[in-house]
């Protein structure tokens, strides 16, 4: 099976299955963020100019890293989209060290994130990259909503919280360390605002 036909395939699937199994607590982990990263994982692979089969496992694996938020609890959703990943290539004929490799991007992303290759570097950095734009302000206050949601509890540090997350989070890559290095000490400042203001 071809590879871009593969990839058509995935995206499908999970489509499909953040349509089926919505869920009103996902306001950030959703399929809109799933994109994002997908977009932002080919721009990073694109830098590093990756050949075919590198940017094959970005992209499943950007496809599948938070589907796990769909079926399991936080601290498992990992794994869980690690089952996902595998549950969909069991009739797809793909080598095993390719599948084993999009199961290591995907648990790369686990916080605290200690990849091991470029491609967990480029998903990591894929997956926090409004850390260091100005999207940021609107995706914290998502991931606020949806930790209240998700766990009923009415957060009072969170953007103290948020604040030590940021100062302890660095990028991966050289590329988004030039490109968004500066961008992630603005919202530094602005979570110090946010704290004076509270």
């Not at 209240?148 to 660095?170: E, G, S, V």
């Not at 991966?172 to 961008?183: A, E, M, P, Q, V």
Request: glycine share 2%; aromatic share 12%.
């Amino acid at each position: 099976m071809e590879l871009t036909q593969t990839e058509y395939l995935a995206e499908k699937y999970v489509v499909d299955l953040f349509t089926r199994l919505a869920s009103t607590y996902l306001v950030y982990h959703n399929l809109s963020h799933t994109e994002r990263v997908v977009v932002r994982a080919m721009e990073i692979a694109d830098h590093y100019g990756l050949d075919e089969k590198d940017r094959f496992v970005l992209t499943i694996a950007a496809w599948f890293h938070d589907t796990g938020h769909l079926i399991a609890d936080i601290a498992f959703h990992e794994q869980a989209g690690v089952r996902l990943m595998r549950s969909f290539f069991i009739d797809k004929e793909i080598e095993e060290t390719m599948i084993d490799k999009i199961s290591a991007c995907i648990m790369a992303t686990k916080w605290p994130a200690v990849p091991a290759t470029l491609l967990e570097e480029i998903i990591c950095d894929a997956d926090t990259y409004h850390f260091g734009t100005k999207e940021f302000e609107l995706t914290d206050e998502l991931v606020k909503k949806e930790f209240q949601l998700r766990t009923n509890k009415n957060y009072t540090n969170w953007y103290y919280d948020t604040l030590q997350l940021l100062k302890t989070h660095h990028f991966f890559t050289s590329y988004c360390r030039n490109k968004l290095d500066k961008g992630k000490e603005a919202n530094i400042e602005y979570l110090q605002a946010k704290i004076r203001a509270n």
